[in-house]
Nanobody, 125 residues
Framework: QVQLVESGGGLVQAGGSLRLSCASS????????MGWFRQAPGKEREFVAT??????YYADSVKGRFTISRDNAKNTVYLQMNSLKPEDTALYYC????????????????????WGQGTQVTVSS
């Protein structure tokens, strides 16, 4: 069983920045695909960003503002969020797809095996 623990959420004004962290207990972290998703009240959970091997991929809504990165030595993936907008307000989830294949972008909820508990991000206008 893999545990994912997110941190770093909070309340920020529009235009501000936050960095989310997600620590994984997986022994295969270095080859796992790690994703960030978010869910706003009354909406479906949506893809934000994913990182696997040396590649990353972003939703159009966050491209140029958010950056996903990882530290394999610390089994941790990060989501740096800049130029935040009120529409970025959501519960942000970290997810893991174990032993991913190089060259594939895992963008669907069903691609992921494990999920964290979520961390709230609120952007005020």
């Amino acid at each position: 069983q893999v545990q994912l623990v997110e941190s770093g959420g909070g309340l920020v004004q529009a235009g501000g920045s936050l960095r989310l962290s997600c620590a994984s207990s997986a022994r295969t972290f270095w080859r796992d695909a790690m994703g960030w998703f978010r869910q706003a009240p009354g909406k479906e959970r949506e893809f934000v960003a994913t990182s696997s091997w040396s590649s990353s991929y972003y939703a159009d809504s966050v491209k140029g503002r958010f950056t996903i990165s990882r530290d394999n030595a610390k089994n941790t993936v990060y989501l740096q969020m800049n130029s935040l907008k009120p529409e970025d307000t959501a519960l942000y989830y970290c997810a893991a797809h174990l032993t991913s294949r190089s060259g594939i972008y895992y963008r669907e909820k069903d691609d992921y095996d494990y999920w964290g508990q979520g961390t709230q991000v609120t952007v005020s206008s």
